[in-house]
């Protein structure tokens, strides 16, 4: 499922399908935990309509029908219950597809997303922020606030995650900083962000509120980001 922004995705795609479908919706959570995504499971700290699995789901889906029909998805799909994506943007064969079908992928296309009032309201989280974050909510609503999203830390200990995303470099952030500063009344900056000492050595921002330190819950940091008015994000789906 991948860490908290890919499960928003993912979620958001499947409970469109479901309610297309009139069906009952199941996230498996097997490989998030397996893999230990940097987010881990979050999906399940909004107030999300479907049953969360975390050991094997029946005999319906097996781990080894999973990997067999992801290694011939270029090949044949559906297969043995499950449907991969074989690359980023729309499939339209999406539905088309049995009621009781396992999806692996992303799904990072709007286009899969039937955003009703219920998927918005899904999609809030369960609790109530502490008094302390209401706190920071309240000056992100009463100043120019700018999200600044740096991810580093998983990407840069992956070799294979690395190569194939990279990271914002330095100058990017620089450019987007100024960017910001020339079109923006008196921005107020809030760093999110996997690696804050190389945001404080690299990134000269006076004044910056680094969120990150107050040790939020991704949850917590992805609605949080939500709430500036301006956002410099990463190359990731959480921002």
């Not at 270029?74 to 597809?97: C, I, S, W």
């Not at 949850?219 to 410099?232: A, F, G, W, Y």
Request: with cysteine.
């Amino acid at each position: 499922m991948g860490g908290l922004g890919n499960q928003l995705f993912q979620y958001a795609m499947g409970r469109s399908l479901a309610v297309k479908k009139g069906v009952p919706l199941v996230l498996d959570a097997r490989k998030v935990l397996l893999k230990g995504a940097h987010t881990g499971l979050a999906i399940d700290a909004f107030n999300i309509c479907a049953e969360v699995v975390d050991s094997a789901s029946g005999e319906t889906f097996p781990a080894w029908k999973w990997k067999l029909s992801r290694a011939l998805r270029q090949h044949v799909r559906p297969m043995l219950g499950y449907y991969h994506e074989t690359e980023f943007g729309y499939d339209a064969k999406v539905g088309n597809q049995p009621a009781e079908m396992c999806y692996s992928g992303f799904w990072q296309s709007y286009k899969y997303i039937d955003p009703t009032p219920n998927l918005l309201s899904e999609l809030s989280l369960k609790y109530p922020f502490t008094q302390q974050q209401l706190d920071i909510v309240a000056q992100m609503s009463a100043t120019n606030s700018v999200a600044i999203h740096v991810r580093r830390g998983d990407y840069l200990n992956d070799p294979k995650s690395l190569a194939k995303h990279g990271v914002c470099s330095l100058g990017y952030y620089r450019d987007a900083i100024a960017k910001i500063k020339e079109k923006v009344i008196n921005p107020n900056f809030y760093i999110f962000s996997d690696d804050p000492n190389w945001v404080r050595d690299n990134l000269d921002i006076g004044g910056a509120v680094f969120i990150s330190d107050f040790g939020f819950s991704p949850e917590v940091d992805l609605t949080l980001i939500s709430k500036c008015k301006h956002q410099i994000i990463a190359n990731s789906s959480f921002s």
